[in-house]
C-alpha cells in the first residue's frame, strides 16, 4: 500500500464535472489500494477574484487580512471535492490549512512553512477515508490565517507529502507535464518525460509557474519524488529527478516572467553601506528583490537598477522615495512594463557562447535588453513587456528546442 498525494490546480477543479473527475481519480487510486490525500486549489478564477475584490478596496491593504480574504476560495473547492467522493461511496474528510496543520511565519501574503502536523490525516487515513486538504493556507503561532503566495497550492502538497513521507506526490494540472517552454506561448514546445531538481528549481525561479519555486526548493531538499501531469488527459507527465538528460544538451527551456517591475536609482554616492541602506529599507517592508545591477561608477556616483514583483511596485517605490533622500540620490525611476526572459540549462556549465548566441538572436527582432544577469545555469534579460512572446518563440527556435531531446543529445 502507498501513500500519495494528489494535487489538483484550479482548473482541474473549474466546474463540477471537473470536481467530479476529481473525486473519481482520487477514488481510483483508493480503490487501488493506496492511501490518498488530496489537496486543492480554488476554482480557476476564484482567487484572482478575491484578490481584485482587496485591491478594490486599498491599494495598500492590511496583509493580514488579504489573506482571510483570498484563502477562502479553497474552502469551497475542498467541500466540493469531498462531496464528490462520498457520491463515490468512499469516506471522505475535508479540512483547511490550519485544522491539520499548516504551521507558517507571520509573512502575510507569502508566509513561508514552518512545520505540517500531519497525525489528524494520518488517523483519517488509517481509517480509509480519503483526505481533501485546502492548499495555499496556513496558520501562524499567534493563530492567525496566512497564504504562501500565488501558486502556493503546490508548495502546499510538496510538503504536505514530505510531513507524511508519502511515496508519491502527484501534481495534477492543465497541461500534460512540463515543457521546454510555456506551451501557451510556443506550441511547438516539446514536452520533458524527466527534469533535475535544479533545472526545474531554475525555470520555477525565472517564472515558469507550472510549479512554485517553493515546492521545488522544498521537493529537491526532502527528496519528494514528484510528477507534474494532466488531470484531463491520460499519461506519464514529467518526472522530477536528481539528474536528468539535460546535462547533455546545453539549453533546455525558455521562460519568461512578466510578474516583474523594474527601479532605478540614479545618481547614488558611491560609498560603502548605501546598497545596504536601499536594500535594507525594502527587506524590512518584506519586499523581494530579483535581479539587480549596478553600474560602474563615474565622479563617485553610481546607477543600481533592480526588480521586484508587480504587485510590489507601488509599495517599493514609496519605500525607496524616502531612502532616495536620505543617501543622497538624485532620482528614482521605475517601469512596470517590462518582463524577465530566460535562457536555462545544466548544460551551460561547460559550455561558452550562449550568451552571445541569446543576444544576436535577441538584436535581430530589434529588442533592447534593459537588464541583464546570468548564473552558471541560466541567462536572463530584462526587455520591454510587450516583446515577450516574440522573445520566447525566436529563442525557442534558436536553441532548436522543438527537436525532441535525442535529436539533441546526438547532434
Ligand atoms: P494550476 O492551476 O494547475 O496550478 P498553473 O496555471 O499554476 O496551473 O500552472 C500551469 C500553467 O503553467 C500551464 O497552463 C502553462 O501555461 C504554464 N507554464 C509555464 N511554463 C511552463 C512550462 N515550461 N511547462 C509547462 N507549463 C508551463
Ligand atoms: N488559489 C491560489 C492561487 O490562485 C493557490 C494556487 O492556485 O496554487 O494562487
Ligand atoms: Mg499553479
Redesign the pocket.
Known amino acids: 500500500m502507498a501513500l500519495i498525494v494528489q494535487k489538483?490546480?484550479?482548473?482541474?477543479v473549474g466546474d463540477l464535472d471537473r470536481i467530479r473527475n476529481v473525486a473519481s481519480k482520487a477514488v481510483a487510486e483508493h480503490k487501488a489500494g493506496n492511501q490518498v490525500v488530496v489537496v486543492v486549489?480554488a476554482m480557476?478564477g476564484e482567487t484572482n477574484r478575491l484578490v481584485a475584490l482587496v485591491d478594490g478596496l486599498s491599494r495598500f491593504p492590511n496583509l493580514r487580512e488579504y489573506d482571510t480574504v483570498v484563502s477562502a476560495g479553497e474552502q469551497i473547492s475542498i467541500g466540493l471535492v469531498s462531496i464528490a467522493v462520498e457520491n463515490m461511496g468512499i469516506k471522505c474528510r475535508s479540512y483547511l490549512g490550519w485544522q491539520v496543520k499548516f504551521i507558517t511565519d507571520s509573512t502575510f501574503s507569502k508566509a513561508r512553512i514552518r512545520e505540517v502536523e500531519g497525525f489528524r490525516i494520518r488517523r483519517d487515513l488509517d481509517e480509509g477515508c480519503i483526505v481533501v486538504v485546502a492548499g495555499f493556507q496556513g496558520i501562524d503561532d499567534m493563530g492567525n490565517i496566512t497564504t504562501l503566495g500565488r501558486?502556493g497550492?503546490?508548495t502546499s502538497a510538496v510538503a504536505l507529502a514530505a510531513a507524511l513521507k508519502a511515496d508519491r506526490c502527484d501534481i495534477?494540472?492543465?497541461?500534460d507535464?512540463?515543457?521546454?517552454?510555456?506551451?501557451?506561448i510556443e506550441p511547438r514546445?516539446t514536452k520533458l518525460e524527466r527534469i533535475s531538481y535544479d533545472e526545474m528549481l531554475e525555470?520555477a525561479s525565472m517564472g515558469?509557474?507550472?510549479l512554485q519555486i517553493r515546492s521545488v526548493e522544498m521537493a529537491k531538499k526532502y527528496r519528494v519524488p514528484l510528477r507534474v501531469l494532466s488531470s484531463l488527459e491520460e499519461g506519464t507527465g514529467t518526472l522530477l529527478t536528481e539528474d536528468s538528460e539535460m546535462e547533455r544538451v546545453v539549453v533546455s527551456?525558455i521562460?519568461s516572467d512578466q510578474n516583474e517591475a523594474k527601479l532605478t536609482i540614479k545618481g547614488v554616492p558611491d560609498r560603502p553601506g548605501i546598497a545596504a541602506a536601499i536594500f535594507g529599507s525594502l527587506a524590512e517592508a518584506n519586499v523581494n528583490v530579483d535581479m539587480i545591477i549596478q553600474n560602474v561608477s563615474e565622479n563617485g556616483e553610481t546607477d543600481v537598477s533592480f526588480t521586484v514583483s508587480k504587485r510590489e511596485y507601488q509599495l517599493a517605490m514609496n519605500v525607496l522615495d524616502e531612502q532616495v533622500k536620505k543617501i543622497g540620490a538624485r532620482s528614482l525611476g521605475g517601469n512596470p512594463n517590462i518582463s524577465k526572459v530566460s535562457v536555462v540549462g545544466v548544460g551551460m556549465r561547460s559550455h561558452s557562447g550562449v550568451a552571445q548566441r541569446m543576444f544576436s538572436c535577441l538584436a535581430r527582432e530589434n529588442i533592447n535588453l534593459q537588464m541583464i544577469s546570468t548564473s552558471e545555469i541560466k541567462i536572463s534579460v530584462v526587455i520591454d513587456e510587450k516583446y515577450t512572446e516574440l522573445a520566447v518563440r525566436t529563442l525557442h527556435e534558436e536553441f532548436e528546442l522543438e527537436k525532441s531531446l535525442a535529436d539533441r543529445i546526438s547532434a
Open positions: 489538483y490546480g484550479g482548473t482541474s486549489s480557476s501558486g497550492s503546490d495534477y494540472t492543465d497541461v507535464g512540463v515543457y521546454t517552454t510555456d506551451p501557451r514546445a525555470m515558469a509557474k507550472v527551456a521562460t
